[in-house]
């Protein structure tokens, strides 16, 4: 099937199956699929949707209640008259690159409606949080006719800030009782969150107030936010669904009065993204180089003991690609 048909596809009402065969072009390693994939995105790019999108990054330590936050979080959006897209990014093995891809399974009640699409990806090692194709299936959703889209995270981590690069706004999930985990939100990534959440509030009530309470004496420490948007704690329970609809309203207070700094913040990120396209293309030219060179382990270690030091080896390589690289 051609990228145009494809495209097509993906706007008709049947388009669930196409928007999968979509992310999964976009997601493909195979040399063949690069050129199509490419037209794709460029449909995608040049069409506008014909209503607003927002898109929502959720991060949070592991165990904090991700999947069912969003479960429940979703169908309040439902309610609301939004068409959701929900792309859940698992972690990769660094052994054997699998994936467990269950989030679809955890949102068993979200995943039977109609106005929903969840794609669970694999993060293929990329750090950030985020898949490598994260930004181009956030654009095919959204030319599905998705308003309201969705990109939760691994999980928390010192280099879990590409999803704030790639999203509206971002909202952080704490959970009650976290203890040392709370200091490494802090150290991590608490300045980049646009909302905070404490949940499982119903399970643990009086810590949940002083994990808010804790979270709003850290914000008072960090600078004020050039945007003048002031970040709010609340507290809520994605089981019992207490706290949502206020989530959501403020959500939309944000999206209301910040409309156009969330248009130059979109506008950075296709900038981000070139970067991003143009550091994986040069990687993947240097790679089969040193395919097609024979450059493997071992010629790589005779190289080094013949330079001697790793800074002058990796010169002489890369003087060697680049002037292969000429026309």
């Given at each position: 099937?051609s990228p145009e048909?494809l495209?097509?596809d993906?706007q008709?009402?049947?388009?669930?199956?196409a928007?999968g065969r979509a992310?999964?072009l976009?997601?493909?390693?195979?040399?063949?699929d690069?050129?199509?994939a490419?037209?794709?995105l460029a449909?995608a790019?040049?069409?506008r949707?014909p209503?607003?999108?927002?898109?929502?990054?959720?991060?949070?330590?592991?165990?904090v209640g991700k999947?069912?936050?969003?479960?429940?979080?979703g169908?309040?959006?439902?309610?609301?008259?939004?068409?959701l897209?929900?792309l859940a990014i698992?972690?990769?093995?660094s052994?054997?690159?699998?994936?467990?891809?269950g989030?679809?399974?955890r949102m068993e009640?979200?995943?039977?409606q109609?106005k929903v699409?969840?794609?669970?990806?694999p993060s293929?090692?990329e750090l950030?949080g985020?898949?490598?194709t994260s930004r181009a299936?956030?654009?095919?959703?959204?030319a599905a006719g998705?308003?309201y889209i969705i990109?939760?995270t691994?999980?928390?981590?010192q280099a879990?800030?590409?999803?704030h690069?790639?999203?509206?706004?971002?909202l952080?999930?704490?959970?009650?009782a976290?203890?040392?985990?709370?200091?490494g939100?802090?150290?991590?990534i608490?300045?980049?969150a646009?909302h905070?959440?404490?949940?499982?509030a119903d399970?643990?009530p009086?810590?949940?107030?002083l994990t808010a309470a804790e979270?709003?004496r850290?914000?008072h420490?960090?600078p004020?936010?050039p945007?003048?948007?002031t970040?709010?704690?609340?507290s809520?329970?994605?089981?019992?669904?207490d706290?949502?609809?206020?989530i959501a309203?403020?959500l939309?207070?944000?999206?209301?009065?910040?409309?156009r700094?969330?248009a130059?913040?979109?506008?950075?990120?296709?900038l981000?993204?070139?970067r991003e396209?143009?550091?994986r293309?040069?990687?993947r030219k240097l790679?089969?180089?040193l395919?097609?060179?024979?450059?493997d382990n071992?010629?790589?270690r005779?190289?080094?003991d013949?330079?001697?030091t790793?800074?002058?080896t990796a010169d002489?390589?890369?003087t060697?690609?680049?002037?292969?690289?000429?026309?």
């Amino acid at each position: 099937m051609s990228p145009e048909q494809l495209f097509r596809d993906l706007q008709s009402p049947h388009h669930r199956r196409a928007l999968g065969r979509a992310i999964t072009l976009v997601e493909s390693t195979r040399e063949e699929d690069r050129a199509a994939a490419t037209r794709l995105l460029a449909l995608a790019e040049n069409h506008r949707p014909p209503q607003a999108t927002f898109r929502l990054g959720i991060s949070g330590t592991p165990g904090v209640g991700k999947s069912t936050f969003i479960e429940a979080f979703g169908l309040e959006l439902l309610r609301r008259g939004h068409r959701l897209a929900v792309l859940a990014i698992d972690p990769s093995s660094s052994l054997s690159g699998g994936s467990i891809l269950g989030d679809k399974t955890r949102m068993e009640e979200l995943t039977r409606q109609d106005k929903v699409y969840i794609r669970p990806s694999p993060s293929a090692g990329e750090l950030g949080g985020v898949a490598a194709t994260s930004r181009a299936a956030v654009l095919l959703c959204e030319a599905a006719g998705y308003d309201y889209i969705i990109v939760e995270t691994v999980g928390v981590g010192q280099a879990e800030w590409q999803v704030h690069g790639m999203t509206d706004a971002f909202l952080l999930l704490a959970q009650p009782a976290a203890g040392d985990e709370l200091q490494g939100i802090k150290r991590g990534i608490l300045e980049l969150a646009d909302h905070l959440v404490v949940n499982k509030a119903d399970a643990l009530p009086r810590e949940a107030r002083l994990t808010a309470a804790e979270l709003r004496r850290s914000l008072h420490l960090a600078p004020p936010r050039p945007d003048g948007w002031t970040v709010e704690v609340v507290s809520a329970s994605a089981f019992t669904g207490d706290g949502l609809p206020e989530i959501a309203d403020r959500l939309d207070t944000y999206k209301n009065q910040l409309r156009r700094e969330i248009a130059r913040r979109r506008e950075e990120q296709r900038l981000d993204w070139l970067r991003e396209q143009l550091r994986r293309e040069l990687l993947r030219k240097l790679h089969v180089y040193l395919e097609t060179e024979g450059l493997d382990n071992d010629e790589l270690r005779a190289r080094l003991d013949q330079h001697i030091t790793l800074p002058v080896t990796a010169d002489v390589i890369l003087t060697e690609f680049l002037k292969h690289s000429k026309p």
